[in-house]
């Protein structure tokens, strides 16, 4: 079914100049350097050595644009129709599910987000935990298209909360979506005062964070640099580990950070996760009194140390047990109904580990397609979200403008993001919040735009996994350079990006093509 909508080129060509003109307006990706740490303790490891003792802490040893992109198809043979009236064609089934998708039906999903209750923007501003798994695929999660006994804990999570199924990342890497979740921006890079930690400590929250930090360097600004009061991880991604069964050797020690101090070498990746969890349960329950902001940011889960073809599932359990014991330990704090926790993935999984990379369900896996960009979304604010399912288009950008929002910042304090606050939805909108949204490249360059059900493919190369060769486990594949030109896909009926609909609706692509040249 062709969906009516109206034909806005000038205000969606008007979004694209001011991205690139916050793209412009930054020296590169690289954080401004501040001065290292004048005092570095004595280490006890060798950072050739050993890996790190993995030591959870102990009970008394806590570590110290407006880019709106309307709507830009061109309308059918409807010209009575009004704005109001664009949205996403609902299907029969009861959630508001978009019709001939490739989503699973469950019995939890026909339960409506028809919320009663007030705007969650006029409850006390809330504790916010924000949980990121670095590329968890949509066919690792249970509640999405994993196994139905996959990720009992995540899935629980979006049985108490709402569930995005339409949820993308900013890009299909791990730092640009960092950066679009903390900043609220693709290409802006003073995270130092304006990122989530900054606003949350302005507005008198503890601050933590834990985890994968990819926002600077060993030698630029950290999280204690950028808001939080707490930071415990590393500074680099699992990939650049010296773990790495083919690139290990040429990787530098992986540092440790307890704050701004480096306190060891080279965590064991398969106990990473459980490091992470048990501190910032920590952190949650030291002083559940006083408004709080939690960070996390797991690292890729892929069993680094291990060939065994059942090590992918055993690691994807262990992040569900992370992911639970943050979860009781707000629960086990009393502040259930005052802490919003949300729960996502940073992009899709790098396939070309094979049996040790995730799964995408029905989307395509090469990079830069849905596979790699559509991601798991859930967020439980009990008593104020009812459960349900949201079924349009949202992405990371939205989330520091939604957090701020429930924080009562100003919009002058917050000044230009991206993304849009999702309130709304919180509140049980159903409609569509975007019409269009645009797809950058590190450089600036569009590279796909989505538009209600379709997404336009500018000419570009991608990498692709060769489907003729099985990778073996634990040790990555070579990626295949392919090139393609304008593609144009019907999301609602191919979800899969299987067959280009350039043909049938030579409009479309047309439109989009116009906006994007302007």
């Not at 680094?304 to 059942?310: A, K, N, R, V």
């Not at 992040?319 to 005052?338: H, P, R, S, W």
Request: proline share 8%.
């Amino acid at each position: 079914m062709k969906t009516p909508v109206f034909f806005l080129l000038t205000i969606f060509s008007v979004s694209l100049l001011f991205a690139q003109q916050e793209m412009d307006n930054q020296n590169g990706p690289e954080l401004e350097s501040v001065a290292e740490a004048e005092q570095t303790p004595a280490l006890d490891n060798d950072p050739q050595g050993p890996i790190l003792e993995d030591a959870l802490p102990q009970d008394d040893a806590l570590p110290q644009q407006d880019n709106v992109q309307d709507d830009i198809l061109p309308k059918d043979e409807t010209p009575e129709e009004t704005e109001e009236e664009i949205r996403v064609v609902p299907s029969p089934e009861a959630d508001n599910r978009p019709a001939v998708t490739a989503e699973p039906v469950t019995p939890d999903d026909q339960k409506q987000n028809n919320a009663t209750h007030n705007s969650v923007a006029s409850a006390d501003p809330p504790n916010v935990v924000l949980i990121v798994a670095d590329e968890l695929g949509l066919g690792d999660v249970g509640c999405y298209f994993g196994t139905q006994n996959a990720t009992p804990r995540i899935c629980q999570l979006a049985n108490e909360g709402l569930r995005f199924t339409d949820f993308s990342a900013s890009a299909p890497d791990s730092l640009s979506a960092q950066r679009a979740i903390v900043t609220g921006r693709r290409f802006g890079k003073n995270v130092e005062s304006t990122g989530l930690g900054a606003i949350a400590k302005k507005h008198s929250y503890r601050t933590a964070f834990f985890g994968q930090w990819l926002l600077g360097t060993d030698s630029a600004a950290l999280p204690t640099d950028c808001g939080f009061d707490v930071f415990w991880g590393t500074t680099a991604p699992a990939d650049k580990w010296p773990f790495h069964p083919v690139a290990g050797e040429l990787n530098a020690p992986l540092t440790v950070w307890d704050n701004s101090a480096v306190v060891g070498y080279n965590l064991n990746p398969e106990t990473y996760n459980r490091q992470i969890s048990a501190r910032a349960a920590k952190f949650i329950k030291k002083a559940p009194n006083d408004p709080f902001f939690v960070c996390v940011f797991f690292p890729s889960f892929r069993p680094l140390t291990s060939q065994e073809p059942d090590a992918y599932s055993a690691a994807v359990a262990r992040l569900d047990n992370a992911v639970g014991e943050i979860v009781d330990a707000v629960d086990a704090a009393g502040v259930t109904n005052k802490t919003l926790i949300v729960f996502l993935s940073s992009c899709g999984p790098n396939r070309v580990w094979g049996a040790q990379a995730g799964s995408t369900g029905p989307y395509r896996a090469d990079v830069g397609f849905e596979g790699t960009i559509r991601v798991p979304c859930i967020v439980r604010y009990s008593e104020k979200v009812s459960p349900g399912v949201y079924n349009c288009f949202a992405n990371q950008l939205d989330v520091l403008p939604t957090v701020a929002q429930l924080w009562n910042v100003t919009e002058e304090e917050l000044g230009k993001r991206e993304g849009k606050s999702l309130v709304s939805v919180l509140d049980g909108k159903t409609e569509p919040v975007y019409k269009s949204f645009a797809y950058f490249s590190p450089d600036g360059t569009v590279i796909a735009v989505r538009a209600d059900k379709w997404k336009l493919y500018c000419p570009q190369e991608y990498k692709s996994v060769s489907k003729t060769e099985t990778p073996t486990p634990g040790v990555p594949a070579p990626y295949v350079i392919k090139t393609i030109d304008w593609e144009l896909y019907d999301l609602s009926d191919d979800p899969g990006e299987t067959t280009p609909k350039n043909d049938e609706r030579p409009d479309i692509v047309e439109t989009i093509r116009k906006a994007i040249n302007r």
